[in-house]
Nanobody, 119 residues
């Protein structure tokens, strides 16, 4: 069973930066795409960015140019570098992973890490 653990959240001032990390663990680990999502209070969870095992990336429009997703397949880890943070980036950030199964795939979620952008 795959488990994901996020880290790196915290309080940052507007214009600041944070780097989130997500590490996957489990036996016979195989992961396809990995991604970051976020959920602000009173809002639905939304896509931030995804990255395939081959390194192809996709970003939500509002994050393009400010956020960078990267991945270390050897460590089964995914990262999110967030620059020029705005108060509206305040949310719980979740990592997820697409794990292949004999019948297709399943999506595993981490527990989330809080990011607060405030002066």
């Amino acid at each position: 069973q795959v488990q994901l653990v996020e880290s790196g959240g915290g309080l940052v001032q507007p214009g600041g930066s944070l780097r989130l990390s997500c590490a996957a663990s489990g036996s016979n680990l195989r992961i396809n795409a990995m991604g970051w999502y976020r959920q602000a209070p009173g809002k639905q969870r939304e896509l931030v960015a995804v990255i395939t095992s081959g390194g192809n990336t996709n970003y939500a429009d509002s994050m393009k140019g400010r956020f960078t997703i990267s991945r270390d397949n050897a460590k089964n880890a995914v990262y999110l570098q967030m620059n020029s943070l705005k108060p509206e980036d305040t949310a719980v950030y979740y990592c997820n992973a697409q794990v292949p199964t004999p019948w297709g795939f399943t999506v595993v979620w981490g527990q989330g890490t809080q990011v607060t952008v405030s002066s």
